[in-house]
Nanobody, 116 residues
Framework: QVQLVESGGGLVQPGGSLRLSCAAS????????MNWYRQAPGKERELVAG????????YYPDSMKGRFTIFRDNAKNTVYLQMNSLKPEDTAVYYC?????????WGRGTPVTVSS
């Protein structure tokens, strides 16, 4: 079955960097676009970034442009989120998601805390 397992979260100081990973299994990874979302305490889940199946196209909402980079390694069935210049407001649980046909699959998330 489809499985998405995020990792790489943790505590980081403001201005620091983190690279999140999402290991996928149970489907043909290179066929599908992947997305990263985040959900901060008390807020709705929001899209952070998306990438096409072959990695040639990426998408970032305006609010996420500049500090986040999504990329993938189809040989490893893994999608990454590089986060730089982190701010306290980036504190959230970060999730990866894939939509296969009409169903969206989510991982369990990895928490990121940006604090001094």
């Amino acid at each position: 079955q489809v499985q998405l397992v995020e990792s790489g979260g943790g505590l980081v100081q403001p201005g620091g960097s983190l690279r999140l990973s999402c290991a996928a299994s149970g489907f043909t990874f290179s066929y599908y676009g992947m997305n990263w979302y985040r959900q901060a305490p008390g807020k709705e889940r929001e899209l952070v970034a998306g990438i096409s199946g072959d990695g040639s196209n990426t998408y970032y909402p305006d609010s996420m442009k500049g500090r986040f980079t999504i990329f993938r390694d189809n040989a490893k069935n893994t999608v990454y989120l590089q986060m730089n210049s982190l701010k306290p407001e980036d504190t959230a649980v970060y999730y990866c998601r894939v939509r296969i046909r009409e169903y969206g699959y989510w991982g369990r998330g990895t928490p990121v805390t940006v604090s001094s």
